[in-house]
């Protein structure tokens, strides 16, 4: 079984930074599409952003300016820069592939990590 293991939460002042990693445990061929999402208390789920294999980024609004997703794919790692966070940058985040291929063949999809806790005081 493939994991995606996230790393670099913690506790930060507003207007601080935080660099959240994400990396497969196992030995990989290629993911497809990588996303950082995020689910504060009492709210659903929503993507922050995404980086396709090419490169291709997409944001969310709230944090467009702020925010800088990069991947390594020799690495077949995920980051994301965090950058003037506030207390609505809160929650716990989760990182995604929707496609991932493994070294030996196997497809996953829609493969999660276990999630960082963010929290951003005033």
């Known amino acids: 079984q493939v994991q995606l293991v996230e790393s670099g939460g913690g506790l930060v002042q507003a207007g601080g930074s935080l660099r959240l990693s994400c990396a497969a445990s196992r030995s990989i061929f290629s993911i497809r599409t990588m996303g950082w999402y995020r689910q504060a208390p009492g709210k659903q789920r929503e993507l922050v952003a995404a980086?396709?294999?090419?490169?291709?980024?997409s944001y969310a609004d709230s944090v467009k300016g702020r925010f800088t997703i990069s991947r390594d794919n020799a690495k077949n790692t995920v980051y994301l820069q965090m950058n003037s966070l506030t207390p609505e940058d809160t929650a716990i985040y989760y990182c995604n592939a929707d496609r991932l291929d493994t070294a030996w063949g196997t497809r996953y999809d829609d493969v999660w990590g276990q999630g960082t806790q963010v929290t951003v005081s005033s």
């Open positions: 980086i396709g294999s090419g490169g291709g980024t």
